[in-house]
C-alpha cells in the first residue's frame, strides 16, 4: 500500500534528512516511527504526505505515485489521509467546531451529516465542553486533541500522525493511541511518530527506527529486536528542541482561470493551503465562502 523505494531526501539548503529509505507498509498496519530530534521522522511523513518531494527514488501510495503527481491531484490524494501535524495547524480564526467541520466542508459532505459528526469526534477527543473555543483558549494538549479530531473526522484510510501525543499527559497520551488501535483495528492504516519509549513498549507494535536519516532497525520489540530495544536511547530526548521552526512560504499560490465545475477542487486547494501554514489562501476561501453563503440557506449551522 504504502511503498519507498530507495528515497533519498536533501533539503534546498543541503540538509540530508533521508537516505535511501526501503519501506513498504501493508495496508492495516500500525507503525510507530522513533528516533532522535532531527533523525527525519516528520521528513519521511512530509513525503508520504506529498507535502514534500523526494531528491531521489520513488514513492508509491495506493494507486498513486507520488512522483509524477500534479499539484492538482494533491487535494484528491489527501483524501485517503487524516493527518496530524507536528504542528497541529489549526486554523487560528475558526472555532474548535469549525476546525473540525472545515475538515468534512471541503470534501463536500452535507451541512446536515456535519452537524451529527463533528460533535461526535470533538465528544470522542473529550473535547465537548471546547467546541465553540478558539485555538488560542486552548491548552497545547487540547489543540493537539483538535488536529487529531480533524484528522478522524473523515473515516480517512490512513491516519498520518506526528507525534499526537507530544502535548498530552500520560493518561491523555494512552487514550489517544488507544484509540488510534480501535481505528486500525476496524482497518484503517495508523502511522505515528513517537518519543514515548512507553508507548512503543506497551502497544508492541511494528516500530520503524530512523537515525541521521536511515532506517536502522525495522520490527517490533517483543520479537526480540536487539536495535528496536537498543533504539530506546532514540527516544524521549526531552534536552534536544523538538519544534519545526522552517517556513512554508515557498508555496506561491497559483493565478487560473477556473469555471464554477473547478470551485470544489478549488476549496480543496484552499483548504490545504491553508493547512500547509499558507493564510492568503485561507483568507480567500472563507472571502469565497461568505459571498456563497450569501445565496445559500445553509449557513453557520452549529445549532444542534
Ligand atoms: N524545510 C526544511 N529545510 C531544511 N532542512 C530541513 C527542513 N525540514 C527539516 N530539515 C532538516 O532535516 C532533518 C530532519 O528533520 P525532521 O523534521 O524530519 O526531523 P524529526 O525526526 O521529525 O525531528 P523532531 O523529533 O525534532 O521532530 C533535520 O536536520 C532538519 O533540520
Ligand atoms: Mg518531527
Redesign the pocket.
Known amino acids: 500500500m504504502i511503498d519507498f523505494k530507495n528515497v533519498s531526501k536533501v533539503?534546498?539548503?543541503g540538509?540530508?534528512?533521508?537516505s535511501n529509505v526501503n519501506i513498504h507498509i501493508d495496508k492495516g498496519e500500525f507503525v510507530f516511527v522513533v528516533?532522535?530530534?532531527?533523525?527525519?521522522?516528520?521528513?519521511?511523513l512530509?513525503l508520504m504526505m506529498r507535502e514534500?518531494v523526494p531528491s531521489t527514488g520513488s514513492i508509491t501510495i495506493k494507486n498513486y505515485n507520488l512522483n509524477e503527481m500534479k499539484k492538482r491531484e494533491i487535494p484528491y490524494f489527501r483524501r485517503n489521509m487524516g493527518i496530524v501535524f507536528?504542528d497541529f495547524r489549526l486554523i487560528p480564526k475558526m472555532t474548535v467546531y469549525d476546525n473540525v467541520a472545515f475538515a468534512m466542508r471541503v470534501v463536500g459532505a452535507r451541512e446536515k451529516d456535519i452537524r451529527k459528526r463533528v460533535p461526535y469526534v470533538i465528544n470522542i477527543v473529550g473535547l465537548s465542553n471546547k467546541a465553540r473555543n478558539y485555538p488560542y483558549e486552548l491548552s497545547g494538549g487540547e489543540q493537539q486533541r483538535v488536529a487529531l479530531a480533524r484528522a478522524l473526522v473523515n473515516n480517512a484510510d490512513i491516519i498520518i500522525a506526528?507525534?499526537p501525543t507530544g502535548n498530552v499527559d500520560p493518561q491523555m497520551s494512552l487514550e489517544i493511541v488507544e484509540l488510534l488501535k480501535r481505528l486500525n483495528e476496524a482497518g484503517t492504516t495508523v502511522i505515528m511518530?513517537t518519543?514515548a519509549h512507553d508507548l512503543v513498549t506497551r502497544f508492541d507494535k511494528r516500530v520503524i527506527v530512523?537515525n541521521s536519516?536511515a532506517v536502522v532497525a525495522d520490527g517490533s520489540i517483543e520479537s526480540g529486536d536487539e536495535l528496536i530495544q537498543e533504539s530506546s536511547h532514540l527516544l524521549t530526548?526531552s534536552n534536544?528542541?523538538?519544534?519545526?521552526k522552517?517556513s512554508n512560504k515557498n508555496k506561491p499560490a497559483e493565478e487560473k482561470e477556473e469555471g464554477a465545475e473547478q470551485k470544489s477542487k478549488r476549496d480543496d486547494d484552499a483548504f490545504y493551503d491553508a493547512l500547509l501554514g499558507d493564510n492568503d489562501a485561507y483568507r480567500v476561501y472563507l472571502e469565497n465562502e461568505k459571498s456563497d453563503g450569501e445565496n445559500a440557506e445553509e449557513k453557520g449551522g452549529e445549532e444542534s
Open positions: 533539503y534546498d539548503n540538509t540530508k534528512a533521508l528516533g532522535a530530534s532531527g533523525a527525519g521522522k516528520s521528513t519521511f512530509k514534500e507536528q506526528d507525534e511518530v518519543h530512523l536519516g530526548n534536544l528542541n523538538v519544534g519545526d522552517f
